[in-house]
Antibody, heavy 125, light 107 residues
């Protein structure tokens, strides 16, 4: 079974740090782009960051650039999100997701599947 | 960044109804468009990718269409388990961006 399981969420004060982890199983992890997507309470989905199969390329949404770092360990089938200088607006459920996809005729299509169950990060004093 | 706008934001319908949700991109994204379903307290679930390809295991009453800047998600005959929130998402460029969501409620 293809599965992603997040951990590491919790309560942290503004300005603090937290490291999220995501354990992957049931697929060839080292072949997949991976992403973090978050959802603030009662709000919609926001993509946060992604990382290439070998870790050589990372992309971030502007609101977290310079504060968050995505990384991976292909030997441990694990994805990470190091979150520093946390703000109250970072409060959300954080999901990890595989970016599955295929290429045809020079075009490459991607989608998020599967998703983990999510881990809640609360930034509050 | 590419902005994705869904309409309507919420929709009330009955079991058996045919419903269509629209998603518009702020610039052309070809067919780089995916649809997700999310139920309360659960992770999103992929329904459709590349604008019109049904994900394995998703009922055939779901269908997607469109290209460029205008896309649709249609549910041909609503079932009780379809009442949820639906999101479109573009995979044309980073940052990946989602629509604000359409909440489908029981009438």
């Amino acid at each position: 079974e293809v599965q992603l399981v997040e951990s590491g969420g919790g309560l942290v004060q503004p300005g603090g740090s937290l490291r999220l982890s995501c354990a992957a199983s049931g697929f060839t992890y080292s072949n997949s782009w991976m992403s973090w997507v978050r959802q603030a309470p009662g709000q919609g989905l926001e993509w946060v960051a992604n990382i290439k199969q070998d870790g050589s390329q990372e992309n971030y949404v502007d609101s977290v650039k310079g504060r968050f770092t995505i990384s991976r360990d292909n030997g441990k089938n694990s994805l990470y999100l190091q979150m520093n200088s946390l703000r109250t607006e970072d409060t959300a459920v954080y999901y990890c997701a595989r970016e599955d996809g295929y290429c045809t005729g020079g075009s490459c299509y991607f989608w998020f599947d599967p998703w983990g169950q999510g881990t809640l990060v609360t930034v509050s004093s | 960044d590419i902005q994705m706008t869904q309409s309507p934001s919420s929709l009330s319908a009955s079991v058996g109804d045919r419903v269509t949700i629209t998603c518009r991109a702020s610039q052309s994204i070809s067919s780089y468009l995916d649809w997700y379903q999310q139920k309360p307290g659960r992770a999103p679930k992929l329904l459709i990718y590349a604008a019109s390809t049904l994900q394995s295991g998703v009922p055939s009453r779901f269908s997607g269409g469109g290209s460029g800047t205008h896309f649709t998600l249609t549910i041909s005959s609503l079932q009780p388990e379809d009442f949820a929130t639906y999101y479109c998402q573009q995979s044309h460029t980073v940052p990946r961006t989602f629509g604000q969501g359409t909440r489908l409620e029981i009438k």
